[in-house]
């Protein structure tokens, strides 16, 4: 009897209703993202197999020693990781006067406005927005159109597209958003008065920014950073667009394991190494700033 | 209003954002067949060609289909995440959301590929199906993040008011939350269809031979002489998600002016 009552009493609680609540979402985020994680760590440490049997359920740790050895794959987990790095830097730091001018100087009202103009090009097609960036930057572009046309070069630039400054730029446009909503968001969270203080106590505007406003913005530049930085290393179509030969990246050799060449253990060894790689990055990243967020929350 | 560096960066900025989106209509409207300057006259002939293509007509069938299963289905998920995301406290449950949130953070290709493999796995034919729950995987943390703002502006004492007044859970959930979270349902379920209808990798990997319509846009991207056809099917795409998100901005705004809440702005 004790027990049921105390059974009924939880059936009745908080706690209760909110694992009912959470579990529909949760056992899906389960089933289609842990366990297919799972699944893929399993596979790259099992043996390829050809003709009719996929995979041969034998461990083995030669797909990683197969993937760290090929200096392919080694080059382009460098400039995979180089190139959201510096996707990220050039991101970032183009986003931050924009999400302190909607912060600080557009008026309350006016505010949402200039966000949702921000997230509209956000929003259209994704492969053509793309697309449209090798026109503008291609061999007989925007850009070569317009600088041939005002006589300042005699031909066209050819090293504006088909490389790896292509895909910064490119990929440094998609992610734009992701930059400025959350830098946006720290800003807002700013106590004015904190900066009238400053300014009280004799500082001047640039050192009251240095001092105050730059720090309390902290969490919202490293949520920025991180939500850059992950994605564009796993990115396929801008490299595969925009970027030719010298700008594929690694999320390119893992479609090649997996839709053309079949080997499933490999790609999910350089998959799982990829994951790693990022997962490694992005924790240094978060301790080297670990003071910014201390008291945060 | 002063001159200011600040304003004239910030305006440049939204050029740079939306160039790409400006040059589209040009290129859609032009009646040259090379997507380059100069143009060369207007023409509305790339139109009338999407009108008589078939494969095309089935790609944007397929996607419809799959968008609003996704919508349907992510929505109602995250109407679940959101409600116990901002009404309960039970351990563990940082832990939880944060795993269900995890695909906004991770790299796309590495999802397409764990769910391929599972799907082969089990067995589950590639096709519309593999795609569907691959979107809902990826639509759903968005839903999250516009439903959370719905429900955090609720005021819990409404709730309270109507189970004193002996409504049941059930019935308080229907006549109360609902009506007032409605704005932000509509919206997340807008938001969730233009993700999934522009959604490209995952369809890609797991989708096997069946064609959505960024499958057919990829495929057509290596013709140069189908290039005019996809502006101009570009073209209106981008006013279709404009209209859309006109309309999903909309609604949530008056769901947070419903609410009472002070408006902050913004998806995401």
């Known amino acids: 009897m004790a027990d049921g009552a105390r059974a009924g009493r939880f059936t009745r609680s908080q706690a209760f209703s909110g694992y009912v609540m959470i579990s529909p979402p949760f056992l899906y985020a389960v089933l289609m993202l842990g366990a297919p994680l799972v699944a893929v760590i399993v596979l790259s440490f099992l043996t390829d197999g050809s003709g009719g049997q996929r995979i041969i359920p034998e461990f083995t740790t030669a797909n990683y020693a197969e993937a760290w050895a090929d200096p392919l794959n080694r080059l382009l987990w460098m400039r995979s990781v180089f190139v959201s790095l510096m996707v990220t830097l050039a991101t970032v730091i183009l986003a931050f006067p924009i999400a302190y001018y909607i912060s600080f100087v557009v008026r309350p009202e006016k505010k949402s406005l200039w966000l949702f103009l921000i997230t509209i090009p956000f929003w259209t097609s994704y492969l053509i927005r793309v697309f449209l960036w090798k026109v503008i930057l291609g061999y007989s572009g925007v850009v070569n159109s317009a600088l041939l046309g005002l006589g300042i070069i005699d031909e066209p630039l050819q090293w504006i597209n088909y490389n790896v400054g292509a895909v910064i730029l490119t990929l440094a446009h998609a992610y734009a958003p992701f930059a400025i909503l959350p830098i946006f968001v720290a800003l807002e969270k700013i106590d004015r008065s904190l900066l009238e203080a400053g300014q009280d106590l004799g500082e001047s505007k640039a050192m009251t920014f240095l001092r105050v406003t730059l720090p309390l913005a902290m969490p919202g530049v490293i949520g920025a950073t991180l939500i850059v930085f992950i994605p564009t290393v796993g990115d396929y179509v801008t490299p595969q667009l925009v970027g030719g030969p010298e700008g594929r990246l690694i999320a390119n050799m893992i479609q090649l394991q997996f839709l053309k060449l079949d080997n499933y253990p490999l790609g999910s060894a350089i998959s799982v190494t990829t994951m790693v790689i990022v997962g490694v990055i992005s924790l240094l990243f978060l301790l080297a700033n670990r003071r910014f967020l201390r008291g945060q929350r | ?268």
């Not at chain 2, 439903?147 to 609720?154: E, M, Q």
């Not at chain 2, 609902?178 to 989708?207: K, N, Q, R, W």
């Not at chain 2, 073209?235 to 008056?254: D, G, H, M, P, Q």
Request: proline share 4%; aromatic share 12%.
């Open chain 2, 1 to 268: 209003m002063k001159f200011s560096w600040l304003r004239v960066y910030s305006w440049l900025y939204l050029v740079f954002l939306f160039a790409p989106v400006f040059l589209l209509p040009l290129f859609a409207f032009n009646e040259g067949t090379i997507i380059a300057f100069p143009l060369q006259g207007f023409s509305l002939r790339w139109f009338a060609a999407l009108l008589d293509n078939q494969s095309l007509h089935e790609a944007v069938g397929n996607s419809l289909t799959i968008a609003v299963t996704v919508a349907v289905a992510s929505t109602a998920l995250g109407i679940f995440a959101a409600r116990a995301a901002t009404r309960y406290d039970f351990r563990g449950k940082g832990a939880m959301i944060g795993l269900i949130m995890l695909p906004l953070v991770m790299p796309e290709v590495i999802l397409a590929v764990a769910l391929l493999v599972v799907f082969l796995q089990i067995a589950l034919p590639l096709g519309m199906v593999a795609i569907i729950l691959g979107h809902i995987l990826v639509c759903t943390p968005f839903c999250i993040a516009i439903l959370n703002g719905a429900f955090l502006s609720l005021d819990k004492s409404l709730e309270e008011a109507a189970y004193d007044l002996g409504e049941t859970r059930m019935s308080t959930f229907r006549l109360i939350i609902l009506p007032l979270v409605m704005p932000g349902i509509i919206s997340s379920l807008l938001i969730a269809f233009i993700i999934s209808l522009d959604e490209f990798i995952m369809a890609f990997f797991v989708g096997g031979t069946t064609v959505t319509l960024p499958i057919y846009i990829f495929s057509q991207l290596r013709f140069p002489a189908g290039l005019p056809v996809i502006m101009a099917l570009g073209t209106i795409l981008v006013c279709l998600s404009i209209l859309l998100l006109s309309i999903a901005e909309y609604f949530r705004r008056r769901g947070v002016a419903r609410t009472g809440a002070k408006d902050t702005g913004g998806f995401l």
